[in-house]
């Protein structure tokens, strides 16, 4: 096999930052690290890049063998390549983000690593520059989901209207005008409201909805301003 000569080996490794939403927190999916250096310290998921796979690929195989999901919402974020972010030998790290719904998948992680769930208020310190990878996919969450309905990706298959908002302002740390929000988000026709109502909080009741996945899928693209950009600290352009 022809190989370039005269050239360094460059490890490349795939860290992927999954989300998830439990109705009143956003969380983050963390595993302890099974070897040196930092054994037993928090990380994110993690794995390297193997021969015969694309970059895709193994974050979907390591989101996977996390969590058992697939075909679920992922796009690359950045890559990190300090020459020495790895104490270990030259890698550069490709990220990812994943946003799962903790209610449905919470009970297929896998033990092996593991693995728990933090509130991101409540984050431990994590190996290497994971800590930075975090602050950026929080912050290009937070930029997407101002242009988007990309945080419809976190939400059980029955959810309120309530569960909805509490979504957008946990994460944009500030409250929305009710009306308003309802309006703007049953104006898209996404929502199917269902028959039963979610009790728990009060004797009146909140109406169910499910996500029309059809109409969800065709308006993905479209730029939806359920949130005016004065209200929405933490988004940059």
Same mark, same amino acid.
């Given at each position: ?145 101002? %242009? ?9 298959? $029955? ?24 309006? $703007? ?5 996404? %929502? ?46």
């Amino acid at each position: 096999m022809m190989k370039y000569s005269n050239q360094t080996r460059i490890l490349t490794a795939i860290d992927c930052i999954i989300f998830g939403f439990d109705g009143s927190d956003y969380k983050l999916l963390l595993i302890q690290r099974g070897f040196a250096p930092e054994k037993e310290k928090w990380s994110l998921m993690g794995g390297f890049l193997q021969p015969k796979e694309s970059l895709d690929g193994a974050a979907n195989r390591i989101l996977k063998k996390l969590t058992g999901l697939e075909d679920v919402y992922m796009e690359q974020l950045h890559t990190f390549s300090k020459p020495d972010r790895d104490p270990v030998e030259r890698t550069i790290a490709v990220t990812y983000f994943a946003l799962i719904d903790i209610q449905k998948y919470q009970k297929q992680i896998n033990d092996d690593f593991h693995a728990h769930w933090f509130s991101m208020n409540e984050l431990p310190d994590l190996i290497f520059d994971h800590n930075e990878m975090v602050e950026m996919a929080k912050s290009r969450l937070r930029y997407k989901a101002a %242009l988007h309905p990309i945080l419809f990706e976190l939400l059980p298959k $029955k959810f309120t209207l309530p569960h909805l908002q509490a979504m957008y302002e946990n994460l944009y740390e500030t409250k929305i005008d009710k009306r308003n929000f309802t309006r $703007k988000v049953l104006s898209t026709h996404m %929502l199917i409201k269902e028959k039963d109502k979610d009790k728990t909080s009060s004797k009146k009741g909140a109406f169910f909805y499910r996500i029309d996945r059809s109409k969800y899928n065709d308006q993905f693209q479209t730029v939806l301003n359920f949130i005016p950009r004065n209200e929405m600290p933490g988004v940059n352009e």
